[in-house]
Nanobody
């Protein structure tokens, strides 16, 4: 069974940057679709971005376009989310997920425990 672990969260000022990472402590990420989701306090979990197993195809939520970049390094078994120009509304727990298809509409089978991102104004 795949175990995913996120890292890289923290407290940052508005306009700043963070890079989140997601690694698999067991299993391989190479042949699966990967995604980032987030959940803000009092809100439902929402889709952020997804990337195909080749890394070529990506999809972003409108709120992420132009500021957040998803990427993967299959050789390192790692997924990334580069977050620039952060806003207070980006404050949330960020989760990585693995599934058969890289789609915002398809279910994901494995999830990490999440990493907190807090953006102060």
């Amino acid at each position: 069974q795949v175990q995913l672990e996120e890292s890289g969260g923290g407290l940052v000022l508005a306009g700043g940057s963070l890079r989140l990472s997601c690694t698999a402590s067991r299993g391989s990420l190479s042949n699966y679709g990967l995604a980032w989701f987030r959940q803000a306090p009092g809100k439902e979990r929402e889709f952020v971005a997804t990337v195909s197993w080749t890394g070529v195809s990506t999809d972003y939520a409108d709120s992420a376009k132009g500021r957040l970049t998803i990427s993967r390094d299959n050789a390192k078994n790692t997924l990334y989310l580069q977050m620039n120009h952060l806003k207070p509304e980006d404050t949330a727990v960020y989760y990585c997920a693995e599934g058969a298809a890289a789609s915002r509409y398809r279910p994901y089978d494995y999830w990490g425990q999440g990493t907190q991102v807090t953006v102060s104004s």
